[in-house]
């Protein structure tokens, strides 16, 4: 994949004036050049080319510096831990209620540990995931930067706004993603030591360029990390940026160079021994199959994909496999077996909260039941795809509704054919993406 974004060497960046266009648009520039500055500030303090040998004891005053720092974190983080489990046993509509009753919770504390619920709770509640980082983004915004040492709260901030943007990316609000990452650059660009955190928050960034179909952009960002994962022995993550650069190849309709990224990363025994990622890596290869027709292989893969995602209790991306697999049956013109499955995924999706997904899944099963001559459940499925997108409140709702109210329409007056279904279902993929995108724009 050719790769069209353009990006600068260090000596060439040191050019560039600071309003140039470049930096406002490219999050990857922008910290090299942040980094750069930093180094450089560093380097002017007379301490640094101190060419004296070091002392043999450490300093008192350091040591105990130290000493506080840790056990002040230790009492918030314990203190946390018994916040945020009062705070989550209450519904999710009183959480704010909660927080703004109980001043004595905004602590950096509860903020790292809000950060530990999101990654326990995103593939099986991630509805609340959403919920628990708006409540942490509000906390560390909220939290005063000369009350905690050093640079405590902007690193927080970041890590924060980094979560919120992976949560709001994992239930589809790609364009608000997007924004909550360039929140977290601005905080992370405050950190004096920030390299491993910023090339966290790039992986995250190049998802959701994935999901703006902005390939070049993402496979560049993604790209940008693997020296940093690599010189900290990170080799999780240095294998999930190689995953990403797969997942773009397949969002570019690469289909057969993203198969041979997933099959040379399966090959791979130390990435492959990560259950979570393995599975999400079959998924992945068994799209590719599905997508050059090779239903028997696909199938197979996401077969493999749903037991392990059962055996992980990864509710979310099980249910992603398992409406791949209806995918397939559609596909294949297997269309009663493809109602059992799309059902259950419809209904789970409900369950979960992500409504854009459930109603998406309801227009897969009135494909299948138009197939079957079942004109009833159509309208039906249509109405309740509507009640899901009314329910989301998501910036393109409209949109969605008004392609939705053309398929009623045309099932009640018994007009309606599968070419038509699937045009509406393309449209509502790529509205996350385009929010503002018309119907009558989307290509017969």
């Not at 602590?107 to 509805?127: F, N, Q, Y």
């Not at 703006?212 to 080799?235: H, Q």
């Not at 940026?241 to 190849?249: P, T």
């Amino acid at each position: 994949m050719t790769i069209t974004a353009q990006h600068y060497s260090d000596e060439q960046l040191l050019e560039l004036p600071p309003d140039h266009e470049h930096l406002a648009s490219c999050a990857a520039c922008t910290a090299a050049l942040t980094h750069i500055q930093q180094l450089a500030a560093t380097l002017v303090d007379e301490i640094v080319w101190d060419d004296g040998p070091l002392p043999d004891t450490p300093r008192v005053s350091t040591v105990a510096t130290l000493r506080s720092i840790a056990t002040q974190m230790d009492a918030e983080d314990a203190d946390a831990e018994r916040y945020v489990a009062e705070l989550l046993a209450a519904p999710r509509e009183e959480w704010l209620v909660l927080l703004a009753a109980r001043p004595h919770y905004r602590t950096p504390g509860l903020v790292r540990r809000l950060i530990v619920e999101t990654d326990r709770l995103i593939d099986s509640k991630p509805a609340d995931v959403v919920e628990i980082t708006a409540i942490a983004v509000d906390v560390a915004d909220g939290l005063d930067t000369a009350s905690w040492y050093g640079d405590t709260v902007p690193r927080l901030r970041g890590a924060a706004w980094r979560e919120r943007a992976y949560a709001l990316y994992y239930v589809g609000r790609h364009v608000e993603a997007l924004a909550a990452a360039d929140r977290a650059a601005g905080h992370l660009a405050q950190v004096a030591v920030a390299e491993f955190d910023s090339a966290r928050l790039m992986l995250v960034r190049a998802l959701v360029l994935r999901a703006l179909e902005r390939y070049d952009e993402a496979l560049a960002t993604a790209s940008a990390t693997v020296r940093t994962f690599a010189a900290s022995n990170d080799e999780r993550r240095w294998h999930y940026v190689r995953l990403v650069e797969a997942m773009v190849a397949y969002a570019a309709r690469n289909y057969r160079h993203a198969a041979a990224l997933f099959e040379d990363l399966a090959a791979q025994p130390k990435f492959g021994g990560e259950l979570p990622s393995k599975a999400i890596m079959l998924q992945n290869l068994a799209s590719c199959y599905r997508e050059v027709g090779d239903y028997e292989r696909a199938l197979l893969r996401f077969g493999e994909a749903v037991r392990l995602f059962e055996q992980l209790g990864m509710d979310a991306e099980l249910t992603r496999a398992r409406w791949h697999i209806g995918r397939v049956l559609l596909q294949e013109a297997k269309f009663a077996d493809a109602v059992g499955v799309l059902r259950s995924v419809k209904d789970t999706y409900e369950r979960l909260q992500i409504h854009d997904k459930a109603a998406i899944a309801a227009v897969d099963l009135a494909e299948a039941s138009l197939m079957l001559g079942r004109p009833a459940e159509v309208l039906q499925l249509c109405q309740t795809a509507i009640q899901f997108y009314r329910k989301s409140g998501l910036a393109y709702t409209e949109n969605a509704l008004t392609a939705l109210s053309l398929v009623q329409e045309a099932a009640r007056s018994g007009a309606l054919q599968p070419d038509t279904v699937g045009r509406v279902r393309l449209y509502l993929e790529r509205l996350p993406s385009q929010p503002h995108l018309l119907f009558a724009h989307v290509a017969e």
